[in-house]
DNA sequence: ACTACTTACGTATGTCGTAAAGATT
DNA sequence: AATCTTTACGACATACGTAAGTAGT
């Protein structure tokens, strides 16, 4: 990057925006771009990271209170994470008109605090009582809607698919495909079963669930797809939420741990086996022999 | 409050003032403030609730460049919430000069993020993995010091303190003294038992922990002090929490549920007798019969 | 009539653009 | 030499103060 392309990008001149920097400069005492090249220095850097919440809650603020001012005309526009998107459908029997969009569960919050949708369903795993995160960024409504079991994608052929139920320190040390966007990251995982392990192995970068378990299927990884705890659906102050106060329980948590089997119209995945899981507690995972894990993998 | 107040505050005039509200509603399309007795309108309230988090930001951003530029010198400051200020105290043993203050659970990340403190020792109820309130005001080092089963201070002659142990969701009926400064505000209580319940009595504002215990045995309420996990120990980026990677393991858990009793040198507190208590979940609430609850309260 | 907020206007400060100078590759 | 940043200076916009105007109490 440079002064020239960022003024361009601005509207300004190289002038003003190295007049600007220079102002930012001496008003905090240090030096937060490196010249020639451009480059943020360490405090650059710092300052960096401060300015990207403080933009989005002045974004979200101005978008908050143009909806008090005037409430948005057109149709319901609903967001979900890819595991959650099935349920989100199922809310278009009853709203004639609405517009979908899929995202991560990181980019949700931030689309609904600033107006760019009006209610989030989300999918995760989360304590009986902790926040969602990004619920911070600005007072939104959050409900529960489904709790249900978690469940692990394996390869048909994988030695642990003949059980009916595993637990998470079972699959500690097996090969994952790390898929943050659709299913829990690893390091989620880790935290969940207490445990090290959870190799990082191919990282499934995408949104796609279809896409995922056709690489669990061809072998390159076990994965396991959410479950647990219905994720919150997070909704604006005024708007879907309230229009919608009991959507079907358990709708967000059923098409989770379904997009996997029942999310294709309920037949099984070709060469994909879906197993529920129990989250491993550190005690649990203490206690039980890791001996088995080491199988698993095709 | 009025305009003319507000100037003389901000060493402005009140013209200045009546300028500056006047732009920034024709900005924002709403009024903001009523005028004539001046009050916020439920959109300037609104806004009011946006701007507190991102005032504190840019403070919290300026003062991380200002330490990252010249690192403060003096004594180690540190802050602790009421039950983990003794250890604390304990931590001036190995720092020559420390500032100690006591505070909020909800202040103290703030002061830390403002670098009005380099050091933040507070306790609280925490599932395994879920991060500490206020941690994401600012990048902070976090970490756990200590876990410690929960205690309740109960006086003398309650019904319930001939047993050696409680379960939660037996006194989820008891006569509480709600401290939320000192202990678990009851809301948290009612979460963590996952039942209704623990009405609001007296309310006890202040954070001496002595005060309280006083109040306890004269029989206001039966009042439970923190316990459950150690509370985490919110540090700077650079400083205190570098200096001092291991603190004695435990410190601010057993300050936290010794406050009660050992705090005051190990004697029991006149007409207290302090009980550790078993943090009921939903099923165990449901399945045990909350009859013997009733019978307590002094 | 008094008090408090608003509006009008003059001044000062700040911001941006143009243009020339300086620095780096 | 070419490219990019900094500095200098003039034009414009913004912000504040003074003072007059207006609206509630």
Redesign the interface.
């Known amino acids: 990057m440079s002064f020239s392309g960022a003024a361009a990008e601005l509207g300004y001149t190289q002038s003003a925006v190295s007049q600007h920097i220079a102002a930012l400069e001496a008003d905090?005492?240090?030096r937060l771009l490196e010249r020639r090249p451009v480059a943020p220095t360490?405090?650059g850097a710092?300052?960096l990271?401060?300015?990207e919440?403080?933009l989005l809650?002045?974004a979200?603020?101005?978008a908050?209170?143009?909806r008090?001012?005037a409430p948005r005309p057109g149709p319901l526009r609903v967001g979900a994470t890819p595991l959650a998107a099935a349920a989100a459908a199922r809310l278009a029997a009853d709203e004639p008109a609405l517009t979908l969009c899929v995202t991560t569960r990181a980019d949700l919050p931030r689309r609904v605090a600033t107006d760019d949708l009006d209610l989030g369903l989300l999918d995760g795993y989360a304590?009986?009582?902790?926040p969602l995160p990004g619920t911070?960024l600005?007072?939104m409504d959050v409900s529960v809607h489904g709790e249900q079991p978690a469940v692990v994608a394996l390869p048909r052929d994988h030695p642990l698919a003949a059980r009916p139920a595993l637990a998470l320190a079972d699959l500690a040390l097996a090969r994952w495909i790390d898929a943050p966007q659709v299913a829990a990251p690893l390091a989620q995982l880790r935290?969940?079963a207490?445990a090290e392990g959870f190799p990082a192995g191919v990282t499934y970068p995408g949104t796609d669930v279809a896409g995922l378990l056709a690489a669990v299927a061809v072998g390159h990884g076990a994965r396991r797809a959410p479950g647990r705890r219905g994720g919150g659906a997070p909704g604006p102050r005024r708007g879907g939420a309230d229009r919608h106060p009991r959507g079907a329980p358990g709708g967000a948590a059923e098409a989770r741990a379904g997009a996997a089997v029942a999310g294709t119209g309920r037949r099984p995945w070709t060469g994909v086996a879906v197993r529920s899981v129990t989250l491993g507690t550190?005690a649990a995972v203490d206690h039980r022999p890791p001996a088995e894990a080491r199988t698993g993998t095709p």
Do not use: F
């Open positions: 905090l005492g240090v360490v405090a710092r300052l990271a401060y300015a919440p403080i809650r002045l979200a603020a101005r908050d209170l143009a008090l001012a304590a009986p009582n902790d911070d600005a007072p935290a969940l207490g550190p």
